[in-house]
């Protein structure tokens, strides 16, 4: 893969910068029993977790993939998750093993570093500050934050213009179909890491990676080829 052309680091979060679903699941079985609803398993809030938190809840409350909850219930539901999340953002998320690190050698590499989560960004942004990681961060884009969310090309075309560069000159590393498909729509590389909520193997994206470190190496590399080898 060909990285020589890249000027940014665009990361998804969830999945990717932190492990997040001990929170997710406590918060959105903490909802499930407010409504009278048995839990569900930590994996089951898993595969539910990607989309915002709007279908999450509808996930949560009907436990299907396609699942839409009866709109009353979603309601009390969305306030209740939204709230008992928001004071329980970091309770357990950690970031990821190498990630703290990979953040640090890039953004000392010079590359600005942005986020892309379709987390809402009143989540997101108190999410990062607490793991004390946001001033890494040239930018905080939540799934909110715009009209459209990954995988719509909106975010990253977004970020390109906010940096003056273009989107085929920043590379999304992610760990879901949503931020493969936001890459592919936008014209940016697609990393993918292979400990995120997927599995990397049918992602198709250009690149796995086992962590952010890894990412860093490769990209120093890319630079360290000469500019008349470049293509
Ligand atoms: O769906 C979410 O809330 C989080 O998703 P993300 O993987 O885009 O951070
Ligand atoms: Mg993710």
Redesign the pocket.
């Known amino acids: 893969m060909n990285l020589t052309h890249i000027k940014a680091v665009a990361f ?5 910068l932190v492990d997040s679903i001990a929170d997710l699941a406590a918060s959105a079985n903490a909802m499930r029993a407010e409504l009278g609803l048995a839990p569900l398993a930590a994996e089951r809030i898993q595969s539910h ?5 709007a279908s ?1 809840v509808h996930r949560a409350l009907t436990d299907e993939r396609d699942g839409q909850a009866d709109a009353a219930l979603w309601e009390r539901g969305f306030t209740f998750f939204i709230q008992h999340y928001h004071r329980h953002l970091t309770v357990h998320t950690r970031m990821y093993p190498g990630a703290a690190e990979g953040l640090k050698l890039l953004h000392g590499f010079g590359l600005p570093l942005v986020v892309v ?3 809402s960004e009143r989540l997101a942004v108190p999410l990062l500050a607490q793991l004390g990681i946001d001033s890494a961060f040239s930018l905080i884009l939540g ?1 909110d934050s715009l009209p459209e969310k ?1 995988p719509s090309p909106l975010p990253l075309q977004h970020v390109a213009e906010v940096l003056g560069i273009t989107p085929q000159q920043i590379v999304m590393v992610g ?2 179909e ?1 931020d493969v498909l936001c890459a592919r729509a936008a014209g940016s590389a697609a990393v993918a890491v292979s400990y995120g909520y997927r599995d990397a193997a049918n992602l198709h994206a250009d690149l796995v990676i086992d962590s952010l470190v890894e990412l860093f190496a490769l990209l120093k590399k890319s630079a360290e080829v000469p500019q008349n080898l470049r293509v």
Not at 12 to 16: A, P
């Open positions: 998804d979060l969830d999945g990717t977790v990607g989309d915002g938190v999450l989560t379709n987390k799934g990954k760990d879901s949503n």
